[in-house]
C-alpha cells in the first residue's frame, strides 16, 4: 500500500465514503506499522461535490482529457499570437466542448447515485475553462485528485503581457521579415531607408492600436470580473439555499425515523399492557384457586384432627369397644 494507490482510490469515491474509506486505510497503515503513510493519509482532504465530479468525468471519460487539453493548447497560443479569426474559430468550439462535458459529468453523477444540480453543472464548467486557461490546471485537474474546483482567470495572461510589454504581433514580424528579404541589390540603402520609414510609421500605428486593445481589454475584464462577482454571488445563495434543502430533506428523514420509532413503541406498549392485563388474570385466578386450596386443607385438618380423636378414645376406653 502507497499514498498514491490509496489517493487513486479514496478520490474516486462518493464524497459522503471518502472520510470512513480514508480513515480505514490510516488505520491498516498505522498497525502496519507505517507512521508516516497513515499521516499522509489521514491529510488527505474530502473532494467537494463539484470536484469530486469533475473527478469522475476525469476517470469515467478519460479519452476527453487529452482532446481538452490540446484545445487550451490552442487557445492560449491564439491569444499570444492575436489571430482574431483563429480566436473566434476557437471560442466558439470552446464554448460548445465545455457546455458538453459539463452534461457529461452531470450525467455520470447521476449513473454513480449522486445527481447534482445545475450549480454544480456550473462549477464543473468553470473547472473546464481554467483548464484551458492554465496548463497547470490542466495538469491538476487531469490527475483526477480534485478537492474543490478550480477558477478560471478572465482572458489569457500571456496576451497581456503582450500588450503591455509592447511586442509586435506575429503577423507584423512576419512582414518586416519578407520587406528585410526583398531589401537588396541596386538602391538596398535607399529601400532600407525607406522601409525603415515605413516600418516606424507602423510601429507608431500598431503601438496605438495595442493600446486602444490594452484600455478595451481591460474594460473587458473588469465587465467580465462584474459578472463573476455577480455569479460567485449567485453560486454562494445556491449553495445556501442547497444547503438548507438537504438540512431539511435530513430533518424529514429524521421526522420519519422518529415516527416510525413512536410507532414500534406504541405498538410495543399495547403489547405490554395487553401481556399486563392477561399477567393480573392469571394472578387472580391462581389466587382463587390458593384460596380455594387452603379451605379445603383446613377443612382435611379438620377432618383428620377428629378421627385421630375419636381412634384416641377408642384406645383408652377399652369398654367401649363393646358398647
Do not use: C
Not at 486505510?25 to 482532504?45: P, T
Not at 474543490?148 to 482567470?153: A, H, Q, V
Not at 391462581?286 to 379451605?295: E, N, P, S
Request: no cysteine; glycine share 8%.
Amino acid at each position: 500500500m502507497d499514498l498514491d494507490t490509496v489517493a487513486d482510490e479514496l478520490y474516486g469515491l462518493r464524497p459522503e465514503e471518502f472520510v470512513a474509506a480514508r480513515d480505514r486505510r490510516a488505520l491498516e497503515a498505522r498497525k502496519a506499522g507505517d507512521q508516516a503513510l497513515a499521516k499522509e493519509i489521514g491529510a488527505l482532504r474530502r473532494p467537494s461535490l463539484a470536484a469530486w465530479v469533475s473527478n469522475l468525468l476525469v476517470r469515467r471519460q478519460p479519452e476527453e482529457v487529452q482532446p481538452l487539453l490540446e484545445l487550451g493548447e490552442e487557445l492560449r497560443r491564439a491569444h499570444r499570437e492575436l489571430d482574431g479569426p483563429q480566436l473566434r474559430k476557437l471560442a466558439r468550439k470552446q464554448s460548445e466542448v465545455i457546455g458538453a462535458l459539463g452534461r457529461q459529468a452531470r450525467r455520470l453523477a447521476a449513473q454513480a447515485g449522486r445527481p447534482v444540480g445545475e450549480g454544480v453543472q456550473r462549477e464543473v464548467e468553470e473547472t473546464l475553462h481554467a483548464v484551458l486557461a492554465a496548463p497547470e490546471a490542466g495538469r491538476e485537474w487531469a490527475a483526477g485528485r480534485l478537492v474543490k474546483p478550480l477558477s478560471s482567470t478572465f482572458g489569457f495572461p500571456e496576451a497581456d503581457e503582450a500588450l503591455l510589454e509592447g511586442r509586435p504581433m506575429v503577423t507584423e514580424a512576419k512582414t518586416r521579415g519578407k520587406a528585410e528579404e526583398t531589401a537588396g541589390g541596386r538602391g538596398a540603402a535607399k529601400k532600407r531607408g525607406a522601409a525603415e520609414q515605413r516600418g516606424a510609421a507602423e510601429q507608431r500605428g500598431a503601438a496605438e492600436q495595442r493600446v486602444d486593445e490594452l484600455a478595451h481589454r481591460r474594460r473587458l475584464k473588469e465587465a467580465r470580473e462584474a459578472a463573476r462577482t455577480a455569479e460567485r454571488d449567485l453560486r454562494a445563495r445556491e449553495k445556501e439555499a442547497e444547503a438548507a434543502g438537504r438540512e431539511a430533506e435530513e430533518a424529514r428523514d429524521r421526522v420519519a425515523e422518529a415516527d416510525e420509532r413512536v410507532r414500534a413503541l406504541r405498538a410495543e406498549l399495547h403489547g405490554a399492557e395487553e401481556e399486563h392485563r392477561r399477567a393480573r388474570t392469571d394472578e387472580q385466578a391462581a389466587r382463587d384457586r390458593a384460596r380455594q386450596a387452603d379451605r379445603a386443607v383446613r377443612e382435611a385438618r379438620r377432618h383428620a384432627h377428629t378421627t385421630a380423636a375419636e381412634a384416641e378414645r377408642l384406645a383408652a376406653d377399652p369398654g367401649a369397644r363393646g358398647r
